[in-house]
């Protein structure tokens, strides 16, 4: 299954790379949110779809993720179109038409001792609102469609999930004993005023074992988010994605 998580309209900021145009007026371009993953010698990387399906890529020389030493894995909208070639051990090839990369970062936990500092939590106070969400257990990615406000496009903006395990969390009086995994959503927009709205998406790296919270599908039904939104005038919302039943 593929999602299409409203990627039509990002098809314009893609960067296309270099397949024959005559190539792709024959076959079907599919779009979808996947993990690339670093490989070998030769195979220098691989991509893994959200329901586990894995692919070569048969013109992978047109194009080298930005790996680095922390990721080794990362995410991307991509473009392409299927080929009937086989690869050992994969589940079909593909060729990448266009690539979008979509930020990414780990899931971590806090305690009331990440609230203090210069760079602590009670920096982020911003508002965001949280549009849509789905989850990858292959790879165990939350992606978020994330709405904040801004007025300039130059400043930075950043948006943190974290896992409260201390004892003081701001939000405390929200959490319920129901069997979801509890997250926080916070937003750093440095001053910048709201005048207009945006539309992002980030991908959370969910590892049980860092975290310590065990098997995400044997122990929770789902994921709850709560954060301030924008649209309610800084209302603490609670935001829920229920896993999918097997």
Not at 63 to 74: A, D, I, N, R, V
Not at 186 to 197: I, M
Not at 217 to 237: A, C, L, R
Request: proline fraction near 4%; hydrophobic fraction near 35%.
């Amino acid at each position: 299954m593929k999602h299409l998580l409203k990627i039509a309209l990002m098809m314009i900021a893609a960067i296309t790379i270099g397949t024959s145009c005559n190539e792709n007026r024959t076959k079907t371009t599919y779009s979808t949110f996947l993990t690339v993953v670093e490989g070998s010698w030769d195979i220098p990387y691989y991509l893994v779809f959200d329901d586990g399906t894995t692919a070569t890529v048969e013109n992978h020389k047109d194009w080298t993720p930005s790996f680095t030493e922390e990721w080794k894995e990362l995410r991307y909208i991509i473009y392409y179109t299927e080929t009937d070639l086989q690869e050992p051990g994969y589940d079909k090839v593909v060729n990448i038409v266009a690539y979008q990369p979509v930020a990414i970062n780990k899931l971590v936990n806090v305690t009331d001792a990440d609230f203090t500092g210069d760079n602590g939590l009670q920096k982020f106070t911003a508002k965001l609102d949280i549009g849509e969400a789905f989850f990858s257990p292959a790879r165990n990615y939350l992606t978020l469609a994330v709405l904040i406000p801004y007025s300039d496009p130059g400043i930075k903006h950043t948006v943190k999930l974290v896992r409260h395990i201390g004892e003081n969390s701001p939000y405390k009086d929200y959490y319920m004993h129901d069997d979801y995994l509890w997250l926080e959503a916070y937003h750093n927009a440095n001053d910048d005023d709201r005048v207009l709205q945006a539309s992002t998406h980030l991908c959370i790296k969910i590892d049980e074992e860092e975290l310590g919270i065990g098997n995400l599908h044997t122990f929770y039904k789902g994921i709850k988010i709560i954060y301030p939104s924008y649209q309610n005038n800084g209302e603490v919302k609670v935001f829920t994605h229920e896993f999918a039943q097997h």
